[in-house]
Every structure is written in structure tokens, then in C-alpha cells.
């Protein structure tokens, strides 16, 4: 007797945990990683990620020519 009641009060807890979203605090976040503000996502920070301008655009998945 009794495991009944265990039984219920663990899945309460699981189901708590599972179903618990807490609010994310970005500004805390981005202070512990040390990520510079304006970076990526952030406002105001547009980075550009295309490394390569110095090189002409091919098409890699072009077949290459028959001879």
C-alpha cells in the first residue's frame, strides 16, 4: 500500500517539469556568453556572413561540360 500515492505525486512533478517554461532572460544570456550587443540578431548589428566577394559566383551543381 501507499505506492498509489507515490506513483501520483511523481507524475505531478513530471508533468510540472515538463509542461514549466520559464521566461527567457536574453540580455542576462548574451552577458554571460560575453557576446558583444549588435552582433547578429540584434538590432542595429547586421553583420554580413558572405566571406567570399573576392570570388566569382559559380554554380557548384552545374554538370560540367561534355567534351
Do not use: C, F, I, N
Not at 501520483?8 to 520559464?22: D, E, M
Amino acid at each position: 500500500m501507499g505506492r498509489g500515492r507515490q506513483k501520483a505525486k511523481q507524475t505531478k512533478v513530471a508533468r510540472q517539469l515538463k509542461y514549466y517554461s520559464p521566461e527567457t532572460d536574453y540580455r542576462a544570456l548574451e552577458k554571460e556568453l560575453g557576446h558583444e550587443p549588435g552582433a547578429y540578431g540584434s538590432p542595429g548589428g547586421a553583420v554580413d556572413l558572405d566571406d567570399d566577394e573576392d570570388e566569382p559566383d559559380t554554380d557548384e551543381w552545374r554538370p560540367a561540360p561534355r567534351s
